[in-house]
């Protein structure tokens, strides 16, 4: 299994069993969550072009909002291509009309499942286990809280910026390090690799309202733009 970062954010390129699998693509220079006075965030740094980037045997989406499933980016690609994800979030990408088929994740052409035990209002902490049949990792790109026991993993790609809302807006939306720390013991995992841990420009309610904090840590490994690793 090989994973290729594609920006400092959550875009990643995983390469499973010979198929390239496009991961959360948002290449557009911001994301707007409801409207722009509420929140929206912008990258720093230069993006990938769509044309740059080997042509994906499919898409994973992993969670609905725009820094996950940015639509100005994934109209880029070509509809013929097949987008894994759930339900919820087939329902919002439908409405595009785009993409031609979508897979279930237990329809995808190698292992992948959902693992985070969340409540119907939680939409961000969701955790997935991928693997090939001989490696396996887990993505959980704001962490998570519960999963299913007896899951192992020898990589997990999880952030360590802890990023806090009012409860009113959805409380911690990030879990930070220590969350991390925990998820890795649960999961005996070999390697922690960072990820959604993009220090993005903010504007609009939200980011007067949101606490952000990046800690480093010796026990992450944290690709640059471009960089892969291989298990």
């Not at 390697?191 to 480093?216: C, F, M, N, P």
Request: proline share 5%.
């Amino acid at each position: 299994m090989k994973i290729t970062k594609l920006n400092a954010d959550s875009s990643w390129l995983w390469e499973i069993n010979g198929l390239k699998i496009l991961v959360d693509p948002w290449f557009s220079e911001s994301q707007v969550d409801f409207h722009p006075r509420f929140s929206t965030q912008y990258h720093l740094d230069k993006q990938p072009e769509v044309y740059e980037i080997p042509r994906p045997d499919f898409i994973f989406i992993s969670h609905p909002f725009t820094d996950h499933c940015d639509r100005e980016t994934l109209i880029k690609f070509s509809a013929e291509i097949p987008v894994i994800c759930l339900p919820s979030i087939q329902r919002k990408i439908q409405k595009w009309k785009h993409f031609k088929q979508f897979i279930s994740l237990g329809d995808a052409p190698f292992q992948m499942e959902k693992i985070s035990k969340t409540g119907i209002l939680d939409l961000v902490h969701h955790a997935y286990f991928i693997s090939d049949g001989t490696s396996s990792m887990c993505y959980a790109p704001h962490g998570t809280r519960r999963i299913e026991e007896g899951k192992q993993v020898a990589v997990l790609l999880t952030t360590v910026t802890t990023y806090e809302l009012p409860f009113y807006l959805g409380g911690t939306v990030n879990l930070g390090l220590n969350k991390a720390i925990q998820l890795a013991e649960k999961l005996k995992v070999n390697t922690l690799i960072s990820t959604h841990d993009e220090q993005k420009r903010q504007a609009g309610l939200v980011a007067r309202l949101s606490k952000r904090k990046y800690t480093l840590s010796n026990e992450f490994l944290t690709l640059t733009q471009g960089q892969s690793f291989e298990f």
